[in-house]
């Protein structure tokens, strides 16, 4: 049993090295998305807005008017494209911005929209977008959480159980958290 014992400290150890990256990441990015109501973990998203003044009756069916609500709005970003989506709406695409224009009163609305570094590679990981390899990464990642978690409960021995009634009690509580939230948000909620 005490060779046992040995291999399960020695692997419990290096599983543990090991993880401790993947642990930052995960965590990190777990926070980033459970706040995903309140702030974009993946995009930076900025809105401004702006008046130009009424477009000109005569340049709305013409074929310059791209190229004026370009002038207008003076966005120093690659311009990709346009639409109409009705008669009196505009809208110009820049490279990572939107251009939303009202031809009949001028206003002008702008988003931006920037990736949000860090954050965004952490959670395109947690969240497995990558599948393919990433997939085969992630499960032994979490094969190796629960190797540590149910190594790391025979870590401190007690002379006449596999088990302190320490690990015993904080095991069970640790099981008893989500359970009772559980039951609580399906059941009373």
Request: avoid cysteine; proline fraction near 3%.
């Amino acid at each position: 049993m005490a060779k046992v014992r040995k291999w399960i400290r020695i692997l419990h150890r290096d599983i543990g090295y090991i993880s401790a990256g993947l642990v930052i990441i995960y965590a990190i990015s777990g926070i980033a998305v459970n706040h995903v109501n309140d702030w974009n973990p993946n995009n930076i998203v900025e809105k401004q807005t702006m008046n130009i003044g009424a477009v000109p009756d005569s340049l709305w069916e013409s074929e310059n008017l791209t190229e004026y609500l370009k002038q207008k709005v003076n966005i120093d970003l690659e311009f990709r494209s346009s639409f109409r989506p009705d008669i009196d709406m505009f809208k110009l695409f820049y490279d990572g911005s939107t251009v939303d224009i009202d031809l009949s009163t001028g206003e002008v609305n702008i988003e931006s929209v920037r990736t949000r570094q860090v954050f965004r590679q952490f959670n395109f990981l947690h969240l497995n977008d990558a599948k393919g390899v990433w997939t085969f990464v992630a499960d032994l990642f979490a094969a190796g959480l629960i190797f540590l978690a149910i190594s790391g409960l025979f870590m401190i021995r007690d002379k006449k159980m596999p088990l302190t009634k320490r690990a015993i009690w904080m095991s069970l509580a640790g099981v008893a958290i989500p359970v009772v939230f559980l039951i609580i948000y399906y059941y009373m909620g």
